[in-house]
Structures are given as structure tokens and as C-alpha cells.
């Protein structure tokens, strides 16, 4: 009995008497190895889920293999234990969980950047490993709550035009694709049809429209699809502020008007007078027809050629004839 209690003594220190259990632990020795050997090494920075402890991130060594990298996206993959030593606390032998699961973000140390786990094989009983996808550098304001989400999509490369009853527009930018975390909060966020501010590269705030919305794809990753949505600076501004604003329009004598209006003006006919556009707002397309005299009158024809928001002024003879304002379409 003592050379099978020897046999099984060596089994279980390779893993285990099951010969799945062995190659598991074969795979994970072989990882550890990698991570301080290969080229694709690195350290992953993810925040402690432990609010109480004074260390607020936690720093596992990792793998980061390459995956798909193109103009539109890019993706790599995450290879990590389901346990081991925290490098960011000194001296320490104690192995700990590695809080990582899809949905949630960690910083790629060796290149400061954040990713997001989108979908991880579960087939893979040795370590976790995941696709990743890289994080805009900043973060979606969800009720309050900051979610940094990955973004693939925006492949137009030309305008689709139509025209109809003199009238021209285009189709809006349909091939977005948000990547961010599953929870309450986010589930009850988007909704179909919703107008969502989303940040762009630079930071700012676009405007884009909820199309669908896939809760059931991954345990923990909620996936939006996105429209590009026009820019409406009224958009946010309540039934109250919107009706001070008409009346503050009315009390300066402004005309108000709305993109692609044809809008015309009425004067005094002067002999050698000439009508101007004056203190235009940049961007903005005003086509000026030519001036007809009648009964004394002459009348200008204005087209708002594009769907740009702004002001400008109409003179006549040198003198100002009316301050025109251009809202939204």
C-alpha cells in the first residue's frame, strides 16, 4: 500500500487523482510562468471592492494577448487567476480573489489605459480569461453615476442624400455599439427611443438615440445600440423656459424662424439701396434671392440652406430691418 499512497501523494500535488484536474493545474502553473516571462505580461489595476480597506485599487499580474485591433474597435484578451498574490502590497505571500467579471473596468498599468471585460469563456476552468475591449478615456454620466463603456461602430464613409417636394436630408449614423456594465441603475437608463448624452473622444457631450437595447447577452455587459441623434439645443429646456424665451423674442422684436425656412422681409423702396445680411452666425447658410420692387416695396427672399442654429441681422438702405433667429428643425 505505501507505493500507492506514494502514487496518490504525487497525483494530488500535480492536481488531483482526475486527469482534468492535473492538466488545470498544469495550465495555471504555465500561466504564472508566462506572466513573469512572456512578452504579452502586464499588470492590471482594478479598483478594491472592499471599501472599508485603505488600499482603494488592487494590482494583479496578467496576460494581455492581442486579439483584433482596427480603425473601429479594439479588442484583446485577458488571461488572469481566479486567485493570487496582490503586488501592489508589499511583502505579501497571502493569496486573494481577483475581483474581475464582465462589466466591469480595470487599468492596463504598463499603458495607463482602461478596458472593459465584455465576454468570458467559461469553458476555461483553470483561469479566468476574457475579451476585453478598450475604454473611452471618459466616462458616461448614468443618473449620477460614472460608467466608463467601451464604443465600437460609426463605419459610414459617405452621406445617403434624399429629396423629395424641394426638400433634401440625410440618414443619421446607425452603426454604433455600446459596451458598458449591467446593473439597476444602467437597466433603467437606456430605454429604446431615450436621447442619451454620450461623451466624445474630446469630452464633449453628443447627443445619440437609444435604437435597442440587449439585456440577455452576457451575465453583467448590457449592450446599447445607438443612433446619431441632431444637435437641439432646445432639447433639455422645460415647457416654462422655452415659453420666456419666445417672450423675450417677441419683447426685442426678433423673428424667429427654423432651419431650411424660406423666410422674406418688406421695405420701403430706396432708389441705389441694397439689402445685407450682417452678424452671422458661423455655419449658418442663409441664400439670399434676388429683391423684387413693387408698388413702391421691395421684397427680399431668404432660404436657410443647412440645419444650423444661430442668429443674424437683415439691413436695408443701412439700416436694420429685423434680428432673425434660427432654432432647430
Not at 461602430?153 to 434624399?162: A, P
Not at 455599439?177 to 461623451?199: A, C, G, M, S
Request: glycine residues 2%; aromatic residues 12%.
Amino acid at each position: 500500500m505505501t507505493a500507492l499512497s506514494n502514487m496518490q501523494k504525487r497525483l494530488d500535488y500535480r492536481g488531483g487523482t482526475p486527469q482534468q484536474s492535473r492538466m488545470i493545474k498544469d495550465k495555471l502553473k504555465t500561466l504564472k510562468k508566462a506572466y513573469l516571462y512572456s512578452y504579452q505580461a502586464a499588470v492590471m489595476v482594478i479598483d478594491n471592492p472592499d471599501e472599508d480597506s485603505e488600499l482603494q485599487t488592487l494590482e494583479f499580474r496578467c496576460l494581455m494577448n492581442p486579439d483584433k485591433r482596427t480603425f473601429d474597435t479594439d479588442k484583446m484578451m485577458l488571461s488572469v487567476p481566479f486567485e493570487d498574490i496582490c503586488v501592489n502590497v508589499p511583502m505579501s505571500t497571502e493569496v486573494v480573489t481577483v475581483p474581475i467579471k464582465p462589466g466591469k473596468t480595470f487599468i492596463w498599468k504598463q499603458t495607463d489605459t482602461r478596458w472593459i471585460v465584455v465576454l468570458q469563456y467559461i469553458e476555461e476552468y483553470a483561469y479566468f480569461r476574457a475579451d476585453v475591449r478598450k475604454c473611452f478615456e471618459f466616462p458616461l454620466d448614468v443618473n449620477g453615476q460614472n460608467y466608463y463603456f467601451a464604443s465600437v461602430g460609426e463605419k459610414e464613409e459617405i452621406l445617403e442624400w434624399t429629396r423629395r417636394n424641394h426638400e433634401d436630408w440625410n440618414k443619421m449614423n446607425y452603426t454604433r455599439t455600446l459596451y458598458i456594465e449591467r446593473d439597476d441603475n444602467t437597466l433603467d437608463y437606456f430605454k429604446r427611443f431615450k436621447i442619451v448624452q454620450i461623451p466624445n473622444i474630446n469630452g464633449d457631450l453628443e447627443s445619440w438615440e437609444v435604437q435597442a437595447v440587449n439585456h440577455n447577452a452576457v451575465d453583467d455587459i448590457l449592450i446599447v445600440h445607438v443612433k446619431e441623434y441632431f444637435e437641439n439645443q432646445y432639447q433639455e429646456v422645460s415647457d416654462e423656459e422655452q415659453e420666456k424665451i419666445e417672450q423675450e423674442h417677441q419683447l426685442e422684436g426678433d423673428f424667429v424662424c427654423r432651419a431650411y425656412d424660406k423666410i422674406k422681409f418688406v421695405a420701403d423702396y430706396v432708389e441705389n439701396a441694397e439689402w445685407e445680411i450682417r452678424n452671422k452666425t458661423d455655419g449658418l447658410y442663409p441664400k439670399v434671392d434676388d429683391a423684387i420692387v413693387k408698388d413702391e416695396k421691395t421684397t427680399l427672399y431668404i432660404q436657410l440652406m443647412n440645419s444650423k442654429t444661430g442668429e443674424f441681422d437683415v439691413y436695408y438702405n443701412d439700416q436694420l430691418i429685423n434680428h432673425v433667429v434660427v432654432e432647430p428643425f
